[in-house]
T-cell receptor, first 111, second 114 residues
C-alpha cells in the first residue's frame, strides 16, 4: 500500500528566503506526482504535475523534482513571499490509479 | 469561467439526518471524485466515477452514497450510517481517469453534525 510522508509538518521562514518542501513515498511504481496548495478553509489548487518519465517541472518561482528510485520529490520555492503562506500537499498516483495524499506541510512566510 | 462548484459551503446537520452535497463541473471532465479531509490527515477517497452512470467505492465509502446521472454532476449523500461525518468534503475532477490525468478541486463543503 502506497504511503506518502511530508516532513516537516510545519515550517516558518523569513520573507525572501529560498526553501524546499519534501515529499517521500514508499512504492516507486508511480504514474505521476502532483503538488497542491491549500489556503485555510479552501479547496486545493494544483501547482505542478510531474509525470513518472519526467525529472522536474517549473512554474514561475516553483520548481518540483522527482526521483522515483529513491521515492522522493521536492518542491523548491524561490524568493518566498508572505502570500506563499499556505499548506502544501503532495499526492502520488500509483498502480491503483488513485491518488494517495500526504498530510501536508504548513508554510508560514514572515514579513 | 470553467471550474468546479461545490455547495453548500457550510452545512449543519442533526444526528440521524441524511444530507446531500452538490458538486458541479463545467470542465467537460469524465472523471469525478469525492474526498474527505480531517485535521492533520491527508485526503481520503470516498467515491469516484470514471463515466456517467458508473462509480466505484474508494477507501472510506461506508455511510456514503453517490450518483452520476449527468457528466457535469456528482452529488454525495452523507447518510445517518456514517459514524463520524463532521469533516471537510472536497470534490475533484480530471479529464479522464487515465494515469496521467491532472486533478482539479472545488472549494469544499464543511459539514458539522450537531
Amino acid at each position: 500500500k502506497q504511503e506518502v510522508t511530508q516532513i516537516p509538518a510545519a515550517l516558518s521562514v523569513p520573507e525572501g528566503e529560498n526553501l524546499v518542501l519534501n515529499c517521500s513515498f514508499t512504492d516507486s511504481a508511480i504514474y505521476n506526482l502532483q503538488w497542491f496548495r491549500q489556503d485555510p478553509g479552501k479547496g486545493l489548487t494544483s501547482l505542478l504535475l510531474i509525470q513518472s518519465s519526467q525529472r522536474e517541472q517549473t512554474s514561475g518561482r516553483l520548481n518540483a523534482s522527482l526521483d522515483k528510485s529513491s521515492g522522493r520529490s521536492t518542491l523548491y520555492i524561490a524568493a518566498s513571499q508572505p502570500g506563499d503562506s499556505a499548506t502544501y500537499l503532495c499526492a502520488v498516483r500509483s498502480a491503483r490509479r488513485q491518488l494517495t495524499f500526504g498530510s501536508g506541510t504548513q508554510l508560514t512566510v514572515l514579513p | 469561467d470553467g471550474g468546479i462548484t461545490q455547495s453548500p459551503k457550510y452545512l449543519f446537520r442533526k444526528e440521524g439526518q441524511n444530507v446531500t452535497l452538490s458538486c458541479e463541473q463545467n470542465l467537460n471532465h469524465d472523471a469525478m471524485y469525492w474526498y474527505r479531509q480531517d485535521p492533520g490527515q491527508g485526503l481520503r477517497l470516498i467515491y469516484y466515477s470514471q463515466i456517467v452512470n458508473d462509480f466505484q467505492k474508494g477507501d472510506i465509502a461506508e455511510g456514503y452514497s453517490v450518483s452520476r446521472e449527468k457528466k457535469e454532476s456528482f452529488p454525495l449523500t452523507v447518510t445517518s450510517a456514517q459514524k463520524n461525518p463532521t469533516a471537510f468534503y472536497l470534490c475533484a475532477s480530471s479529464i479522464t481517469d487515465a494515469n496521467t490525468g491532472e486533478l482539479f478541486f472545488g472549494e469544499g463543503s464543511r459539514l458539522t453534525v450537531l
